[in-house]
């Protein structure tokens, strides 16, 4: 009778400690998923919403400029907005048709890349704000450091060098108005990104945040010469 009830309670103990393992380890997932879930929750109406905000303030800024300098305008601010390069510009487009830029750093540089040429660019590209990350999480980066000063450091870091058009639409835009030595700041709707699919790391409905620099570009057929 002692061993049966010793064996009774030592096999519901087993099974109460299994029990309670059970459950914390769904307690756990449940705690994990939450964080996923907060993170990138409404993360499509957060992204219109931020752009949104961003557009108008780009916009302001330029039309203020324009209307008290005139054709001097470029002068006195650093925002600027392209249109796709895929699209016409006699056609009436939607806000998200274009990428808006906040220009960091002047080049010397007087001739643009085409869609042909191929670009050497040290850049940073990241999402914006969330939870984890209040100043965007940085999905990509040029060189091997992620630490910002690293990534544009001439002496030590390596630039990427890849086609125009190997770039999502509002990357391109943006590389066939630079000169060389201009660093930009740009903003890239979804639409003119990666839309409703998620890639590498990058949610669906992202917004895109690059800095990007130019460092060099190169027609096809022309020769490509080693990095430093």
């Given at each position: 009778?002692?061993?049966?009830?010793?064996?009774?309670?030592?096999?519901?103990?087993?099974?109460?400690?299994?029990?309670?393992?059970?459950?914390?380890?769904m307690?756990?997932s449940?705690?994990?998923?939450?964080?996923?879930?907060?993170?990138?929750?409404?993360?499509?109406?957060?992204?219109?919403?931020?752009f949104?905000?961003?557009?108008?303030?780009?916009?302001?800024?330029?039309?203020?400029?324009?209307?008290?300098?005139?054709?001097?305008w470029?002068?006195?601010?650093?925002?600027?907005?392209?249109?796709?390069?895929?699209?016409?510009?006699?056609?009436a487009?939607?806000?998200?048709?274009?990428?808006?830029?906040?220009?960091?750093?002047k080049?010397?540089?007087?001739?643009s890349?085409?869609?042909?040429?191929?670009?050497r660019?040290?850049?940073q590209g990241?999402?914006?704000?969330?939870?984890s990350?209040?100043?965007?999480?940085?999905?990509?980066?040029?060189?091997?450091s992620?630490?910002?000063?690293?990534?544009?450091?001439?002496?030590?870091?390596?630039?990427t060098?890849?086609?125009?058009?190997?770039?999502?639409n509002?990357?391109?835009?943006a590389?066939?108005?630079?000169?060389?030595?201009?660093?930009?700041?740009?903003?890239i709707?979804?639409?003119?990104?990666y839309q409703?699919?998620?890639?590498?790391?990058?949610?669906?409905?992202?917004?895109?945040?690059?800095?990007?620099?130019?460092?060099a570009?190169?027609?096809?057929?022309?020769?490509?010469?080693?990095?430093?």
């Amino acid at each position: 009778m002692k061993h049966t009830l010793r064996n009774f309670f030592c096999v519901n103990g087993l099974m109460l400690l299994l029990t309670g393992i059970f459950a914390l380890g769904m307690l756990a997932s449940c705690s994990d998923n939450d964080e996923e879930v907060s993170e990138y929750q409404d993360w499509k109406l957060r992204n219109d919403a931020y752009f949104a905000s961003l557009r108008t303030s780009a916009l302001d800024s330029i039309a203020a400029a324009k209307r008290l300098y005139g054709d001097d305008w470029q002068d006195h601010t650093s925002w600027r907005t392209y249109l796709s390069y895929s699209l016409d510009e006699t056609v009436a487009h939607r806000a998200t048709d274009s990428i808006y830029v906040q220009i960091l750093q002047k080049g010397t540089g007087s001739v643009s890349p085409l869609g042909t040429d191929s670009c050497r660019i040290f850049y940073q590209g990241k999402l914006i704000p969330s939870e984890s990350y209040s100043d965007g999480y940085i999905f990509s980066y040029s060189g091997q450091s992620s630490k910002y000063s690293d990534i544009f450091d001439r002496n030590t870091a390596i630039p990427t060098l890849r086609k125009v058009t190997s770039w999502v639409n509002g990357f391109a835009t943006a590389l066939l108005y630079m000169h060389v030595g201009d660093k930009w700041r740009i903003y890239i709707p979804y639409a003119l990104a990666y839309q409703g699919q998620e890639t590498s790391g990058v949610p669906a409905y992202s917004t895109l945040i690059y800095d990007i620099e130019l460092v060099a570009f190169y027609r096809p057929g022309t020769s490509i010469p080693a990095w430093n």
